[in-house]
Every structure is written in C-alpha cells, then in structure tokens.
C-alpha cells in the first residue's frame, strides 16, 4: 500500500540556518505530493505541493522537488525563522484517490 | 482561504456523557474527513464522507459515529465518552474537481475526558 516516511524530529536550528526535512513514500503510479504545516493550537494547512515528477512546490521561501527516481519529496528552507517553529508532515495523495497518506510528522525548533 | 469550522476549540467531560464535535465548512466541498490525532503529533483517518447521505469508516477504528446530512456540516458524535477518547480532532474537505485532494483543515478540538 501507499505510504510516506519522514524524518524524526524534533529538529532544533538556530535562526538563518539552513533545513531540510527528509520524506520518502511509497506508491503506485503516480501520486500527488505535499507538505503542510501545523502551527501550535492548529490545524493543518498546505505549504506546498508537486502534481508531477520534477516539479517543484515552493512557498514562503520553502521548497520542495518531486524526484520519481528516489520517490523523495525532501522539504527545505535556506534561512529558517523563529516563526517557521512548527510541525511539518509530508503527504501523498494517489490520483483520483479520494484519501491523503500523512507522514508521522516533524517537529521544528528555531531557536533565536 | 479555506472556510472550515469546528466548535468547540477544547472540551473537558466526564466519562459517561455523550458529545457532538461540530464541522462545517461554507466552500461547498463534496468530501469531509474526520482525523484523530494523538499526543505524537500523527494522524489517524476515523471517518470520511463523499458527499450528502454518505458516510465511511476510516482507517483507524472508532467508536464515533458520524453524518452528513447537509453539504456544510458534518458532526462526530460520541455516545459515551471515555479517558481513552482524549485527543485531537481535526476536520478537513476536499474541493470536487481536482485531482491531487488537498486539503482544508479546521482549527481542531482538544477533547479531555476526565
């Protein structure tokens, strides 16, 4: 079956340091990719996404290129803030399909 | 932006009582999930729904139950709440004519059952 895989956190960086949260899945054909953000007290929201091999999803200085050949979807920012402290779950939505696989979550400290 | 509601935002019972968590969202999307979500931050589908008079068991049992009797609403219901109910609910929709199924997620309920 369809899966996603992320990397464990916590993740701790200091303020302009760089991230990169590492997802992999599993899936058949081609599915849809996405990373959202959960932000203490709410709910998640999309930060990105890639429809199709070699796109890549940007958003709020984050980014993120779907690579079929690895099957990653590995997220980064060049300068992280403060305000990027938050939990990041990597997910994959088969095409058609009517249900989103959700990583297990990353949470993200940026330390001042 | 996404228009999806939940209320309450927290919720302290007692074991025993029955409970409706409220849904609803105002983008007239088709597909509505509810997901629980645990103390280590991962999500657990619990029930879904296609649309009006459709309702399904995800992939994570529950002993909630859930309708959708209008397009906007859709509330989860527990009869008898338990301690081992405590947790995070999140509501989400899906807008119908698009391929990748993102998702619009609520504020969430932080449910505490004593």
């Known amino acids: 079956g369809n899966s996603v895989t992320q990397m464990e956190g916590p993740v701790t960086l200091s303020e302009e340091a760089f991230l990169t949260i590492n997802c992999t899945y599993t899936?058949?054909?081609?599915?849809?990719l996405f990373w959202y953000v959960q932000y203490p007290g709410e709910g998640l929201q999309l930060l990105l996404k890639?429809?199709?091999?070699?796109d890549k999803g940007s958003n709020k200085g984050f980014e993120a290129t779907y690579r079929k050949e690895t099957t990653s979807f590995h997220l980064e920012k060049g300068s992280v803030q403060v305000s990027d402290s938050a939990v990041y779950f990597c997910?994959?939505?088969?095409?058609?399909?009517?249900?989103?696989?959700f990583g297990a979550g990353t949470r993200l400290f940026v330390k001042a | 932006e996404a228009d999806i509601y939940q209320t309450p935002r927290y919720l302290v019972i007692g074991t025993g009582k029955k409970i409706t968590l409220e849904c609803s969202q105002t983008?007239?999307?088709?597909?509505m999930y509810w997901y629980q979500q645990d103390p280590g931050m991962e999500l657990h589908l619990i029930h879904y729904?296609?649309?009006?008079?459709?309702?399904e068991k995800g992939d994570l049992s529950s002993e909630s139950t859930v309708s959708r009797i209008r397009t906007e609403h859709f509330p989860l219901t527990l009869e008898s709440a338990r301690p081992s109910h405590t947790s995070q609910y999140l509501c989400?929709?899906?807008?119908?004519?698009?391929?990748?199924?993102?998702?619009?997620f609520g504020p969430g309920t932080r449910l505490t059952v004593l």
């Open positions: 983008m007239g999307h088709d597909k």
């Open positions: 997910a994959l939505s088969a095409t058609g399909g009517f249900k989103t696989i």
């Open positions: 890639a429809t199709k091999a070699d």
């Open positions: 729904s296609y649309g009006v008079n459709s309702t």
């Open positions: 989400a929709s899906t807008p119908q004519g698009i391929s990748y199924n993102e998702q619009f």
């Open positions: 899936a058949t054909g081609y599915p849809s």
